[in-house]
């Protein structure tokens, strides 16, 4: 394989990736395991993701927000939160194995997946009411636990940032899926200076990446706002029950 081709399936990738994942999240399932088969290491294979993710980032973020689906108030919140908590999670990641983690995110994420069905209008429409003083502090703790996770290994972040936002913050599906663009910008960014100083990142692969992530991240948020909530629930749920089994399985 040659090196430019091996760099065009990299950004081919990012496209796929983005093109679900801006909306329904686990993008990273599939980058990390084609970068780890492209060559590179587990840690080096997250860090080039996280890198790759920051073009996603950028054209999910400045789509939604054209359309009038980022909720900058509750994005605040989880940026400075998710933010320290990406540092705690990047340094447990240069010093720690992360294989065991990925079947501990998927019974996670099932299990959760379990309240969408026995509450079915959830993330359908975006709450008025402000949610409650209990389930709003409880979603910032679990914003700051979010962030660990993201720092430590990306699978699975992005579908337990929208359960947080839909559960606890009273979101819809868009707006969940257009606001974490701005906390995962920010905390993805952290974790790369951590990263790039242990020289864990492959330069070219990430930005390949990237420039996938940030087309298909546009193409995929253009899609979500013009078939609306119901069809990306649809997308969501597929691909957190697809990727949960990957997690488990393989």
């Known amino acids: 394989m040659t090196e430019y081709l091996s760099y065009l399936l990299v950004f081919v990738v990012g496209f796929v990736s983005a093109g679900y994942g801006v909306s329904a999240g686990g ?9 780890t088969f492209m ?29 009038g689906h980022v909720d900058w108030r509750i994005g605040w919140w989880m940026t400075a939160l998710m933010g320290v908590g990406s540092l705690i999670g990047t340094y447990a990641l240069v010093s720690t194995p992360i294989a065991w983690v990925k079947q ?16 079915p209008k959830a993330g359908l429409q975006q709450q008025k009411a402000p949610p409650n003083a209990g389930r709003f502090w ?3 703790c679990l914003t700051f636990l979010l962030g660990i996770l993201t720092g430590f290994y990306q699978g ?7 359960y947080i936002m839909i559960l606890c913050f009273g979101q819809d599906f868009l707006h969940s ?18 990263l790039i100083q242990h020289q864990s990142v492959h330069f070219v692969m990430g930005l390949s990446l990237s420039a996938g992530s940030f087309v298909g991240g546009y193409v995929g948020s253009r899609w979500a706002v013009r078939k609306g909530n119901r069809w990306v629930k649809v997308l969501f749920v597929t691909v957190v029950v697809l990727s949960s089994l990957r997690m488990l399985f393989v």
């Open 104 to 119: 501990a995110i998927a019974v996670m994420i099932l299990f959760v997946l379990l309240l969408f069905f026995l509450f």
């Open 156 to 162: 699975g972040a992005g579908t337990m940032a929208a």
């Open 138 to 140: 409880g979603g910032l």
């Open 177 to 194: 899926a257009g606001t974490r663009k701005l906390p995962f910008l920010i905390a993805n960014g952290l974790s790369l200076v951590v």
């Open 39 to 67: 060559g590179l290491n587990p840690v080096h294979a997250v860090a080039t993701s996280k890198l790759g993710s920051l073009g996603l980032s950028i054209s999910g973020l400045w789509s939604f927000s054209r359309q």
């Open 27 to 35: 993008g990273a399932l599939l980058t990390v395991p084609f970068l």
